[in-house]
């Protein structure tokens, strides 16, 4: 079946690194998005893999292993604004709207 | 830079009413989507459409149902409110481009509550 796996809540200290693990197990797959949620808001769009190896965008890199159907999301020089949810989202097929999306990872920056 | 604008942000409703919700995007995009977000679990497609004129099912389409007359606008009907479709209903859209990464674009939502 189709399933993909975040932790529920994660706590990190401002100014540390966190990494946010996403597991997957779809009947297909053409890419991996990751997506921010602050509370209240709309889901905005951080990163896309498709492709094994990590991608870096500023204080933000997402991590795809296709063969272990695994990514993460690593977080550096936390900020108090990246308290967020953190939205793991499968494409299946060649259609975007053919997207799984996990429930996404609750993230908790302490001063 | 509007991007997707969803109406209303708010509204409660009794068991039995209907509704609208709109959502209109002015980025040229040819996908439309209405995901509803419930605590503890991903987003959920509802319907989705990819082009004017053209709907389909998502992934739990009971008791909704959609229309696309204009590219810009995609609207999502409630026929006959329950209190399972007490939710956070977002509209969301992109462009749809075979090979390339095109990320879903969000509206902020609409708060439903059914009584």
Redesign the interface.
């Known amino acids: 079946g189709q399933n993909?796996d975040q932790p529920?809540e994660m706590t990190a200290t401002e100014g540390a690194i966190v990494q946010i693990n996403c597991t997957y197990q779809t009947s297909g797959f053409n890419?991996l998005?990751w997506y921010q949620q602050h509370a209240?808001?709309?889901?905005?769009?951080l990163s896309?893999n498709?492709l094994d190896g990590l991608e870096e965008k500023g204080r933000f890199s997402s991590f795809l292993s296709r063969s272990k159907g695994y990514s993460y999301l690593l977080l550096k020089e936390l900020q108090m604004k990246d308290s967020a949810s953190y939205?793991c989202?499968v494409r299946e097929g060649?259609?975007?709207?053919q997207?799984?999306?996990?429930?996404?990872t609750k993230l908790i920056i302490k001063p | 830079n509007a991007g997707?604008t969803q109406t209303p942000k708010f509204r409660v409703l009794k068991t039995g009413q209907s509704m609208t919700l709109l959502c209109a995007q002015d980025m040229n995009h040819e996908?439309m989507?209405w995901y509803r977000q419930d605590p503890?679990?991903?987003?959920?497609?509802i319907h989705?459409s990819?082009g004017e004129g053209t709907t389909?099912k998502?992934e739990v389409p009971d008791g909704y149902n959609v229309s696309r007359l204009k590219k810009q606008n995609f609207l999502l009907g409630l026929e006959s409110a329950a209190p399972s479709q007490t939710s956070v209903y977002?509209c969301a859209s992109?462009h749809?481009r075979?090979g390339n990464?095109?990320?879903?674009?969000?509206?902020?939502?609409t708060r439903l509550s059914i009584l």
Do not use: C, K
């Open positions: 993909i529920t890419g998005f209240g808001e709309a889901p905005t769009f896309y498709v939205l989202a060649d259609s975007n709207y997207l799984i999306w996990g429930a996404g | 997707v996908y989507y503890g679990m991903g987003l959920r497609l989705y990819v389909a998502g977002f992109s749809e075979t990464n095109q990320p879903q674009h969000f509206g902020d939502g």
